[in-house]
């Protein structure tokens, strides 16, 4: 009871804050649902394991005593590699001393190592059946594991991959600093995460570049006795010099076997489709023919049959304006938030936009959505300690029961007065019943209609680049 009150006096807290950001009827809505949402959360969810019983989400290794790497235990290794401090202070001054590590940074790929799938391998155990005192963390007010926590440790976990994948043992400290470029994808295979099952994180690097690593890491849980499948995800990671001020070179990889063939091609064709994917960008060139033709029947369709006039617009039945589809919220950046290097750690980015996304979606749906996938997070910019985070979220397509939420994020300087994106977020979300049609009014916002339908279709439908 306590948790769930903590955790509806923060929403309406956020709730607060956006006020002036979007309008009264639509945070009326979402507060009242959010409220139908909490008081129905205690008769559908899954009671916590208690007793006998609790072992059932134990893993083996846990049972037994065996030790086992922990994910409290990855951003320790982290700042062991890098040399970081726990301490802010000291923390700052261990990044001024990293730049006498540049020396230590090969000339060129050939120069390294060549490395194999299986040396970067790791197997990291979430204990919240083992562990009861961690489930306060990861606990939502639905008894069921929070997803902004999973993107955090994602994060983390694809860097250390990284590192091993890097590592030389005749140094003490990496020269390398590398930080997340993109998350090319993540896949659900299952909407409940049980609060209380162990859950285990497994990774390895399936493609590298000159001075980029692709990491590919499956989720499991524990549950009846066996782990099944949670998620897939791919993150896409970038090494610097010691100063995160130039690339760096990375180990080549050497596939060995038809499975590890097939995964380095399959970075190859990921890589390939992100280039497609920025060269068609909106941002850049005119929509499709097929696109213009969904543009003008929306158009049409909101004409009012009354007067002859292109101004005169009228929502169509069980449909919402785009501008009313809207969340907003703030972040101050605090210490407490940092990385390794200094930065905004961009897993607590990750988990903000998936939060502020979720309930975006949760208020336009009316009931409680639950994730399918996340695609196409571009790291634009880092976010420095201090800085004043700007988020907004936006439900740009809409198709039957399904929500295509975009979060965009920017940092505001108070002493300038400019925008600086730093991230943009793409989120699909499933309602438990068929959600109304979402209606651009503005070109604006047509061509961000036309930007969901093509990352909903390539998620869902697995379609090409228009």
């Known amino acids: 009871r306590t948790s769930t009150r903590k955790c509806l006096a923060s929403v309406a807290c956020q709730l607060e804050v956006c006020r002036g950001c979007v309008g009264n009827n639509y945070l009326k809505m979402l507060s009242l649902r959010l409220r139908l949402l909490s008081a129905a959360s205690s008769l559908t969810t899954r009671a916590l394991s208690s007793g006998p ?3 059932q989400g134990k893993s083996p290794d846990m049972k037994e005593g065996h030790s086992h ?39 060129s790929q050939e ?20 562990q009861p005192t961690l489930r306060e963390k ?11 926590r999973i993107l955090e440790d994602l994060d983390s976990l694809a860097v250390l991959i990284c590192y091993t994948h890097t590592k030389t043992d005749t140094l003490g400290r990496s020269p390398l600093s590398i930080v997340t470029a993109l998350v090319d994808k993540i ?12 859950i285990k994180f497994t990774g390895h690097v399936t493609w590298v570049g000159k001075t980029s690593i692709e990491a590919k890491m499956h989720v499991t849980q524990l549950h ?32 060995e076997g038809p499975e590890e063939e097939r995964l380095f091609q399959q970075g190859e064709i990921n890589k390939t489709r992100r280039v497609e994917l920025s060269t068609a960008s909106l941002l850049k060139v005119a929509p499709t023919a097929e696109e213009r033709k969904i543009v003008h029947s929306q158009f049409l369709s909101t004409l009012d049959s009354k007067t002859v006039s292109f101004r005169s617009r009228v929502l169509p039945p069980n449909s919402v304006w785009m501008e009313d589809a809207k969340l907003k919220g703030l972040e101050i950046c605090h210490p407490q938030e940092r990385n390794i290097f200094n930065r905004i750690f961009g897993g607590f980015l990750m988990r903000k936009a998936y939060e502020l996304g979720w309930a975006n979606a949760c208020a ?103």
């Open 224 to 255: 009846d006795g066996a782990f099944s499948p949670v998620l897939d995800a791919t993150f896409v990671m970038v090494a610097r010099d010691p100063e995160n001020k130039r690339a760096a070179f990375v180990n080549p990889l050497k596939p």
């Open 69 to 107: 790497l922990l994910l409290t235990d990855v951003r320790n290794r982290l700042r062991e590699i890098v040399g970081a401090s726990t301490n802010w202070s000291d923390h700052r001054k261990a990044m001024q001393e990293r730049a006498s590590l540049s020396s230590q940074l090969a000339s």
């Open 111 to 130: 120069d390294l190592p060549v490395r194999t799938m299986k040396d970067s391998l790791i197997e990291v155990l979430l204990p919240l059946g083992s």
């Open 187 to 198: 896949d659900m295979r299952k909407n409940i995460i049980y609060p209380d099952c162990d």
């Open 53 to 55: 019983s609790a072992s």
């Open 138 to 148: 990861y606990l939502t007010m639905h008894n069921s594991v929070r997803f902004g």
């Open 364 to 466: 336009y749906g009316g009931s409680r959505p639950y994730l399918v996938a996340v695609d196409d997070i571009l790291f634009q910019k880092p976010v420095e300690v201090g800085s004043l985070l700007l988020l907004s979220s936006q439900v740009c397509y809409t198709e039957e029961t399904y929500i295509q939420v975009r979060v965009h994020t920017e940092v505001f300087d108070a002493m300038t007065r400019q925008h600086n994106t730093t991230n943009v977020f793409h989120f699909t979300f499933c309602s438990q019943e068929e959600v109304p049609q979402v209606v651009p009014k503005s070109y604006g916002e047509s061509m961000l209609y036309l930007d969901g339908k093509r990352h909903f279709d390539l998620t869902m439908k697995g379609g090409t680049v228009a």
